[in-house]
């Protein structure tokens, strides 16, 4: 019951990643695609400033998600981790050298080292998310059960591949109708159209991108794709797609406020609906959340340790994303850090 | 593993106690109406902002390392201590949001609103080293369960995982050696200043409050380590005697300052004082010393492990003192004559704490660790059972990527710090103005230009 319960917060969790370190992926995806140095001024000039104040945050949801787990269903982490070595390894170095490159590139003034860094940062946001989705459809399809040793199999086959090239779509979407709202607020209007039709181009390539997964899942995923197309998965399936098109209707409307919801709700809900179908099992059809829980007393003190969390985090949270939309939050600029003025350097 | 902790660890004292150092500059700033502190928070809080980005990479990668490293650990005794983890996750999630705003509110938050959201940063920071430091207190003592016929642990007691005998003395030593460290590397960097001439207000102010907390924690510090090293003896005894490389258990045991143990015990080198490891265990010369012959020789450290542990902690106990011996200087000339030392060896010596003082980390967390081999989880788990299947060439080749990256990321780190310092220094020189006309001038979380950038300006890639 206990177990029950923390697998939900987990899957939660996960959702909230996907959605917050999605977008965050999808301003870097973005960012590789703006074209040229002189083409890709403006988008980037965005990006950077709409990511600044929030991206710690979004990639601190990860680390969540990995402490639930082992805290939470250890045999489950002990597994994972040794059948998707290989991807995970990479998603991890991915990680570094983008947070590394993010944060670089801006106190860098040679447009030479912003190149450099801005590439680094780029390619790693289009990576990371790959290698995320890879091991998730490992998982998905059943491959990383107990006791598998890593091999490239378990990572580089039908459901991976198109869990990876998923997240990838989908990070480049939230990316980008996050960035078109944003765009509004920074007083760009070009780029608003700019983001625009790229947020409804990836909501093409995503809706394609599912029906190729759908058909492929039928047989290389067969519990997941019964999960998808019976019941509460169906359900949330069905809200997914609601969502995208209440996002695309939004988008060619012009309506930017709402598009963000409608797309959290997107990803929010086909997270869930893939959690939901894989039910009773966290890797399907050989290791179920029972099996896989870890002392039932830690996990009631997990499950206090995630309800302070909420209490401490949630007001903490909502403070920020209230500022950061409410354009209360700004870089300090040169002359703030300027100590400019005889009387401000008086002598001892 | 080992080295990508040993680098986050350089990360953790900025991380944990700058956000103090740079509220009580505030503070001082926003009570006296000082704009010379004020202008030192802000910067301050800049180069915050970029270590902050550099830690939660550096974490994150850590947290993925558990899994990729330490499967057999996590599988078996993450329901047990990884607890500890949660407090630190979310006490990082709080810091990450409060460090955000405060970072951006600068400029339109409320001065005193602004200042009241940074309070509880500090707190956050204690509370998520509080989290990191049970679990490693956890595995030097492990307990709060029972191990069933398979060697399961069974009857998980949370509260006894989390509140370990080795909890206490720990944390208390880590986070006053983090304000100690950050203190000094703070104060250092004006010291520098100060020793090539620029000896205005502006480096006074920098030195003098970093400096003074550290100071006023340097003789506080020594009485925890001394208190850390007895539970050690206490909860440890073999760590104990690594770390003094004490061989056979006896009583009226010789401290060895350095030396080294080879592996049928006797030790070449150093020097000895007789008695005095006793003394110091125990207060009295008859107090028995264990020794590492007390276990079988699979069951404790190696003769040149023994000896790293040993030197990390001679080391950092040296660094120790001659930091309590800088830190009476200066409290014997704010005391007694009002004023800073006037010696430029004072500022030598205040130029090379902060180094020192990162250094003396590092050696604490070697003897820590290594003191503690072969077990991971101290008598319950070795090392070669909790580490990885994966085969030893993947583990090296990824271990080769890991250090590249590794030294990418801490050369920027480094560079950029020293950017951002010239920068200043040149924009705080009366003719330095007109320098910042360059076309390239967005820089970082700290200064950028306000308005969307006109055609024909700066590029990036």
Known sequence: ?348 | MAFTLASHITLVPLGVALPLITLIMHRRGLRHNDPVALLLARRWSAVMAVQFAVGVVTGTVLSFEFGLLWPGLMGKWGAVFGLGFGVEAWAFFLEAVLIAVYLYGWRRLKPRTHFLLGLPLPAAALLGAFGILAANAWMNTPGGFTLDAQGKPVDVDVRKALFTPMLGPQYWHFIVAMLVTAGYVVAGVYAVGWLRGRRDRYHRLGFTVPFTLAAVLTPVQFLLGDSLARSVFHEQPVKFAATEIVWRTDTHVPEYIFGRLHPDGHVSGGIKIPQLDSMLAGFTPGTKVTGLTSVPADARPTATQATLAHWAFDLMVGIGSLLVLLALWFAWSRLRHRRLPASPWFFRGAACAGVASVVAVECGWITAEVGRQPWIVYGHMRIAEAVTPTRALTLWIMFGLVLLVYVFIFGSLLAVLLKMRTRWRVADEPTGAARDEEPERDTPYGPRSRVPAGPHRDGDG
């Not at chain 1, 990479?90 to 590439?119: C, D, E, H, S």
């Not at chain 1, 988008?251 to 709402?258: A, I, K, N, Y």
């Not at chain 1, 403070?319 to 400019?340: F, H, I, K, M, N």
Request: proline share 5%; glycine share 10%.
């Open chain 1, 1 to 348: 019951m206990i177990a029950d319960l923390i697998a939900a917060l987990l899957l939660l969790v996960i959702a909230a990643y996907a959605c917050a370190g999605g977008t965050d992926y999808g301003a870097g995806f973005w960012d590789l695609t703006a074209g040229g140095a002189e083409r890709g001024r403006r988008p980037r000039w965005l990006i950077d400033h709409a990511m600044a104040p929030v991206w710690e945050v979004n990639n601190v949801w990860l680390v969540f998600v990995l402490v639930i787990m082992w805290t939470g269903f250890p045999v489950l982490f002990q597994t994972v981790f040794s059948a998707m070595w290989v991807p995970l390894a990479l998603a991890a170095v991915g990680m570094v050298l983008r947070g590394a490159g993010f944060a670089l590139r801006k106190p860098v003034r040679r447009i030479a080292g912003r190149r450099l860094y801005g590439a680094v940062f780029a390619l790693a946001s289009l990576l990371t998310p790959f290698f995320l989705g890879a091991a998730v459809g490992g998982i998905a399809s059943g491959r990383a059960a107990p006791g598998t040793a890593a091999s490239a199999e378990a990572w580089s086959n039908p459901t991976s591949v198109l869990f990876g090239l998923l997240a990838v779509a989908t990070t480049a979407f939230l990316g980008a109708v996050f960035l078109a709202r944003d765009a509004d607020r920074f007083d760009a209007p070009d780029l608003v159209g700019h983001f625009r039709r790229r947020a409804l181009g990836s909501l093409v390539a995503l809706a394609v991108l599912t029906a190729v997964m759908l058909t492929v899942t039928r047989t290389d995923a067969p519990h997941v794709w019964h999960g998808l197309t019976h019941g509460a998965g169906l359900a949330l399936v069905i809200l997914a797609g609601v969502c995208s098109l209440a996002t695309g209707w939004l988008l060619v409307r012009r309506s930017g406020t709402w598009s963000r919801a409608t797309a959290v709700g997107v990803v929010a809900a086909a997270v869930l609906a893939w959690g939901v179908a894989q039910r009773p099992y966290l890797v399907p059809t050989s290791l179920t959340v029972a099996e896989g829980a870890g002392a039932p007393s830690a996990l009631r003190w997990l499950g206090l340790v995630i309800l302070v969390a909420v209490v401490l985090i949630a007001p903490a949270v909502a403070l920020l994303y209230r500022l950061d939309t409410q354009g209360e939050l700004e870089p300090l600029s040169d002359a703030d850090l300027r100590g400019t003025g005889p009387d401000h350097r008086g002598e001892v």
